[in-house]
């Protein structure tokens, strides 16, 4: 009868460590999900935020030549002030690095005046594609990395 008895309690014990272990599954997949619903609702909210930050106005000061008119850093054209964007020199999410943590992030994100630069959109859009195009190749890497072990 004693046998039984430990038996029965230890098949309890391996369920309640199953059921452990099932909850503890389910609750980090709610906290993913939390994050990047988070992630979605933050980085816009920031970014809008960053459009009255100081040093990106006297960025968008410094570039401008004449009244409604602004001098690309990239190809040092003149235009309009819908034909522009202000944009970071250094990406807000490092291409080779991907996203490393939220103060890395508000720190890329309000940079000093140095960190921003006026582009054209032709310009700006140039240089998103090549950092689009670098991260991809960047994350490419990196899961060859790991699939051969290094």
Same mark, same amino acid.
């Given at each position: ?66 009244? $409604? ?7 040092? $054209? ?26 890395? &992030? ?31 190749? &960047? ?12």
């Amino acid at each position: 009868m004693p046998r039984k008895k430990k038996q029965s309690n230890l098949d309890e014990e391996i369920q309640k460590q199953a059921e452990e272990a099932l909850k503890a599954e389910e609750d980090a997949k709610k906290e993913k999900k939390r994050q990047i619903e988070l992630r979605k609702f933050l980085i816009p909210t920031l970014r809008r935020a960053s459009y009255r930050w100081k040093p990106r106005t006297e960025c968008n000061k410094d570039a401008r030549v004449e009244r $409604g008119v602004y001098e690309c850093a990239m190809c040092n $054209g003149h235009f309009k002030n819908k034909e522009i964007v202000i944009d970071h020199v250094d990406p807000v999410v490092d291409v080779e690095k991907g996203w490393v943590d939220w103060n890395e &992030f508000v720190d890329r994100m309000f940079c000093e005046q140095e960190g921003f630069q006026v582009l054209c959109k032709t310009c700006h859009g140039v240089k998103t594609n090549l950092e689009e195009k670098m991260r991809v190749k &960047f994350r490419k890497d990196k899961k060859e990395k790991k699939k051969n072990g290094n």
